[in-house]
């Protein structure tokens, strides 16, 4: 069900070596960890304990090989030559988190050089890319806000590394012919993510979904009720088929164990349960758990990624519409968005499928916000061999009435709409796009350094 919001966990590693004012750079450990608790993140590794020697790296490989985090935080005490920084760092690089290099400014009082921080992380960062292990630094005091936020910026980062590791994305058939934009490559999301496909026929889900006990049925209704008022309106017969497909899809989630789905929702949903499959998809997408249509696994996978950073849910959508004259676009999608997303302002409906006619789909306009979009995509870099780049763009979703039939928002980019048009169409993306709510372009960018992904700028 629907994700628990929990701390960013920081892997803390104090370095400092006994030559040097080993009280201030207790001093300096001790208010980094204060800082960052007070910003409600998670300190594990050395809290207390400055490293000094290559024992004390091997007591914090120890402590830390046990737990999970997202950060990898090298705080320079005070200065200490590259070993332990190198030793630990290794140790760690099959995790692919983020590496943060800390370091703090001496006072210039004409006295003794107390720490010499600064000059410690010099060393760290030359041997760190000699070894291709990527890194970013800071050069702040303990309580700088703006070193907590890229602290809890790159953390956020880890954190979608570490929840794509080992994340099972559920197929259910395959693309409809003609969208090779939902075409995947199952060994590069394996090797980049850690991300695994588990296919089912679909066949065995329509079936599964025709199965499905009244009350089951009837306890989708009433969930789904709870946002759309208009539920009896609609033919009731269709409108338990697609109760059926959600628990038939939630049951596979739940028993295979899925961080997503990506579903083949057309035709056969329509010609053999006589239903739509999207409102079922948007329950689960409310639920944190990404569904896209059209089998869209790189879309599951980038909702999942967006969904990672920002807590909440991510959409899949069509970009169907562009205007120079209003400088704005259209995202849009049948019925499949997350009740979350819907403009408070505004009624959610349950409607038809505009080419199908047959429930049960939602009808919303997007509420108003900051955006981030995003696609993973799969990109020629010489004749015959694929690779993946992360496209990554952003905007403001504007109040306005619905655009079209089903869900929609008209947003403004931080480009102009006819240079995203130019982007689409020259580097011939993808259809779908993820979108989630908040600014965590910074976020894509360290999480796209980390596996090795090109980025492309939508906006």
Known sequence: MQQQSSPLRIALVAIARPTFDVPLAQSVADAVVSALETAGMQVLGS??????????????????????????????????????????AERFRDRRLPLLLWAVPDARDGGRLRLNSFCGINLAGH????????????????????????????????????????????????????????????????QRFGVAVVPTPLAELLQDAANIVPAAREAYVARVGKHA??????????????????????????????????VRCWP??????????????????DEQCPASCEADINGTVTSLLLQALSGAPAFITDLVSLDADSDSGVLWH?????????????????????????????????????????RLHRSITTPGEETYQLVIGGGEMVRAPKSFGG????????????AVLDTVMRHGLEHHFSITYGDYRRELGIFAQQVGLPLLALT
């Not at 880890?158 to 794509?164: E, F, K, S």
């Open 127 to 190: 041997a760190l890319h000699l070894r291709s292990l990527p890194y970013d630094y800071l050069l702040s005091r303990p309580t700088d806000p703006d070193a907590v936020e890229k602290v809890a910026t790159m953390a956020r980062a880890g954190r979608a590394l570490r929840t794509l590791q080992g994340a099972r994305i559920g197929l259910v058939g395959e693309h409809p012919a003609g969208f090779d934009t939902c075409a995947y490559d199952a060994e590069q999301l394996q």
């Open 229 to 262: 008022h208009n539920l009896t309106d609609l033919e009731p017969t269709a409108v338990r088929g697609t109760a059926g497909v959600y628990t038939a899809l939630r049951t596979l989630v739940d028993r295979k164990q899925l961080a997503g789905v990506a």
């Open 47 to 88: 809290r207390s304990e400055l490293l000094m020697d290559s024992d004390a790296a091997q007591r914090a490989i120890a402590t830390l090989s046990s737990e999970s985090f997202d950060l990898l935080l090298f705080l320079q005490a005070s200065f200490a030559d590259s070993s332990m920084a190198v030793t630990i």
């Open 334 to 374: 049948c019925g499949l968005a997350p009740f979350q997303m819907a403009d408070p302002e505004t009624a959610i409906l349950g409607t038809v499928h505009s080419n199908r006619k047959l429930p049960l789909l939602f009808e919303f306009p997007l509420k108003p916000g900051r955006v981030t979009i995003a």
């Open 407 to 418: 869900t929609s928002g008209v947003i403004r980019f931080d480009q102009p709409a006819t």
């Open 268 to 285: 056969e949903f329509f010609t053999e349960l006589q239903c739509a499959a999207c409102g079922a998809m948007s329950l689960l997408n």
